[in-house]
């Protein structure tokens, strides 16, 4: 299993963006997925996750804010973020849970004016 995440990018305060994360393999539909992310000098902390029929669950600190969502057809988890700020500059990693845990690459997203 191979994920691909993109959408990252510099966004101003008050700004969103969409990441999405692209999974191959076929066992997607009966994974878990989510996110993670780590801001320099910090832990990787979960960000959202994504069960298989569809319960979500937040950290505390983007909760209102984000939206994770699932495309079992297009093997694709998203995470919708609105209302950023610098608090959440980091990078961003997408990761699949089934038997073992996968992990993307990581994307970049900065929130600066």
């Known amino acids: 299993v191979q994920l691909q995440a993109s959408g990252g990018g510099l966004v101003q305060p008050g700004g969103s963006l969409r990441l999405s994360c692209a999974a191959s393999g076929t066992i997607f539909s009966i994974s878990t997925a989510g996110w993670y992310r780590q801001a320099p000098g910090k832990q990787r902390e979960l960000v959202a996750i994504?069960?298989?029929?569809?319960?979500?669950n937040y950290a505390d600190s983007v909760k209102g804010r984000f939206t994770i969502s699932r495309d079992n057809a297009k093997s694709t988890v998203y995470l919708q973020m609105n209302s950023l700020n610098p608090e959440d500059t980091a990078v961003y990693y997408c990761t699949l849970i089934h038997l073992r845990t996968y992990w993307g690459q990581g994307t970049q997203v900065t929130v600066s004016s």
């Open positions: 994504i069960y298989i029929g569809g319960t979500t």
